[in-house]
């Protein structure tokens, strides 16, 4: 596609229930980043993959935060038994390469994530 | 653990002003980027830079490896200029993609 296409853009979920959220980045990048900006926050690191690389987890706020990267390409990030802090716009990122190898970073335009 | 202060917080300015947002972090990196967020919308890579100057269209970065500090300017702003402007740095040494974020300025351009 012509850029990071994230799906849903809107999920209105129930405190308690899971949720997976879907980025699919641009065709050839390397390296995916998943990101949360909460309301009246800055953006936060989640999660970082590189290639075939192991994911660099370490901005997880929890274990019942997990993301996967399927072939290389699409990635899922799946909060299980969601709290209300959850609630936020989950940003995915993607890049040719590595972030100070030169390749800028192209984001989605985000899911927002309700929980209530 | 990389700091980033940016400043001001909110700007507004009228068509045609000569636009400038700061921004400092604590701790030496290589590199730095500028993002922008429109209202509702995705964000955009502006630059990344990590020595001297970038220019692109009437949007110039700055940066200041020694003084840690960076500045993004506007020339002849305009109002669809309006939008949140971040920026961001390597959270800690040897962690390029592991970036931290000001907490953004808001920027409004009049009409």
């Known amino acids: 596609g012509a850029g990071v296409s994230q799906s849903p853009s809107n999920k209105v979920t129930e405190k308690g229930k899971d949720v997976e959220l879907r980025c699919d980045p641009i065709?050839?990048?390397?390296?995916l980043y998943w990101y949360r900006q909460s309301l009246g926050q800055g953006l936060e690191f989640l999660i970082y993959?590189?290639?075939?690389?192991?994911?660099?987890k370490s901005g997880l706020p929890s274990d019942r935060f997990s993301a996967e990267r399927t072939g290389g390409s699409v990635s899922t990030l799946t909060i299980q038994r969601t709290q209300q802090e959850d609630s936020a716009v989950y940003l995915c990122?993607?890049?040719?390469?590595?972030?100070?190898?030169?390749?800028?970073?192209?984001f989605g335009n985000g899911t927002r994530l309700t929980v209530t | 653990k990389n700091e980033v202060e940016q400043s001001p917080q909110n700007l507004t300015a009228q068509e045609g002003e000569f636009i400038t947002i700061n921004c400092s972090y604590s701790?030496?990196?290589?590199?730095l980027h500028w993002l922008q967020q429109h209202p509702g919308g995705g964000i955009v890579s502006l630059f990344m830079?990590?020595?001297g100057k970038k220019k692109h269209g009437r949007l110039i970065a700055t940066i200041n490896i020694q003084e840690k500090h960076s500045s993004l300017h506007i020339t002849a702003s305009h109002p669809r200029d309006s939008a949140v402007y971040i920026c961001?740095?390597?959270?800690?040494?040897?962690?390029?993609?592991?970036?931290?974020f000001g907490k953004g300025t808001l920027l409004t351009v009049n009409p």
């Open positions: 990122a993607s890049s040719p390469g590595q972030i100070l190898s030169g390749s800028p970073l192209h």
């Open positions: 961001a740095v390597p959270r800690e040494v040897g962690s390029n993609y592991k970036l931290t």
């Open positions: 993959f590189q290639g075939n690389s192991a994911p660099d």
């Open positions: 065709s050839g990048h390397t390296a």
């Open positions: 701790v030496g990196i290589s590199a």
């Open positions: 830079l990590s020595s």
